[in-house]
């Protein structure tokens, strides 16, 4: 703002003389004033850091974002598509929401059974564990779908020999008719297990179409709630730009005014100055 400004009362200074004038330091300044109006969307001190362009470092993101500089910018600098430019500020930890999606469209998930268990065991939830991860908890939920998770672990194996009494050594048929009483026992948990199995195969196919169905439309969400923001930002940007231009002209046409009358004037006096010397001339005649 405070350049246009000043090209205003640049271009009054120089006078009527502006439009015809071949170039003087007036001039250059002017054409540089310009340049610092055409790049307002950048706050001052920041352009140096933008003209890296590519080479830009995780340090020179952080200060361009820190300082006020639109994401848009940044990203045009970088010369990366939105989806690219939002997971390399996810990976350098300068923004959050953002979640990494594998190439079926399913978000990844970083964390093993193990890790995730080793949290439970400290009293998180799930809800705690989904944000430590950086992901939310639907999110969390479907990993653990997809990796058949339960909410705790296992139970212990049972014990394959009852405990001896010290004073009593068994015998061989004892051990033998325990040995056979327990592969009953497993066996029919097998046959018990293979048939609640079948049973939970089927149920979780039916759940896992549902889980596809549900994400392919929550990551369309997302990629259009990417998208408006973006568009948002761009809308908010080019808004500016056309409040500043509408400022910039209505000076422009105060100046175009001052220098038309000025220009008026100047005809009116040269006018004058023409009578003057027709009479002039007519009196030196008469005097001749």
């Known amino acids: 703002m405070n350049a246009i400004i000043r090209v205003t009362n640049l271009i009054d200074q120089h006078g009527e003389t502006f439009v015809d004038c071949e170039g003087c330091h007036i001039c250059e300044e002017i054409k540089s004033l310009r340049k610092d109006i055409s790049n307002n969307n950048v706050p001052k001190g920041f352009k140096h850091i933008l003209a890296k362009g590519e080479d830009m470092t995780r340090s020179d993101i952080a200060t361009l974002i820190e300082g006020g500089v639109p994401k848009n910018e940044i990203r045009k600098a970088l010369k990366l598509h939105k989806d690219k430019f939002a997971q390399l500020l996810w990976n350098f930890g300068l923004e959050r929401g953002y979640e990494k999606k594998s190439v079926m469209g399913v978000v990844d998930v970083e964390i093993t059974a193990e890790e995730y268990y080793a949290l439970k065991e400290k ?166």
């Open 123 to 288: 009293g998180l939830k799930d809800a705690e564990i989904a944000l430590k991860k950086g992901v939310n908890e639907y999110t969390l939920r479907n990993w653990k779908y997809q990796n058949r998770i339960k909410a705790n672990k296992k139970a212990k194996r049972p014990k394959l020999m009852a405990k001896q009494d010290s004073e009593t050594k068994p015998t061989k048929e004892d051990q033998n008719a325990e040995y056979r009483q327990l592969i009953d026992e497993l066996s029919t948990a097998l046959n018990d297990e293979k048939k609640s199995g079948k049973e939970k195969d089927a149920l979780i196919e039916k759940l896992e179409a549902k889980v596809s169905e549900l994400e392919s439309i929550h990551a369309a969400c997302d990629d259009v709630e990417s998208e408006l923001t973006s568009l948002r930002e761009e809308r908010n940007n080019y808004r500016d730009q056309l409040l500043d231009t509408r400022h910039e002209l209505t000076q422009l046409d105060y100046s175009h005014e001052n220098i038309k009358k000025e220009n008026e004037k100047m005809i009116k006096s040269m006018a004058l100055y023409e009578t003057e010397n027709m009479a002039m001339r007519e009196l030196l005649r008469l005097w001749i």
